[in-house]
C-alpha cells in the first residue's frame, strides 16, 4: 500500500526536495498506523 503512496507522490517530492529513491521515501515515511477506534492515521 504504502509502494502506491509513494510512486503518486514521486513526482512532487522530486520537484520539491530532488532526486530520492522510493526505498529512501518509505523509510522517512516510516509504517502507518491506522486507529480505527480514535478515527486516527499517524
Do not use: R, W, Y
Not at 530520492?20 to 516510516?30: A, C, M, P, T, W
Request: hydrophobic fraction near 35%.
Amino acid at each position: 500500500m504504502i509502494e502506491c503512496n509513494v510512486e503518486f507522490m514521486m513526482p512532487d517530492i522530486t520537484k520539491v526536495f530532488g532526486k530520492f529513491s522510493s526505498d529512501e521515501i518509505k523509510e522517512k515515511l516510516g509504517k502507518p498506523v491506522v486507529d480505527c477506534d480514535h478515527g486516527q492515521v499517524t
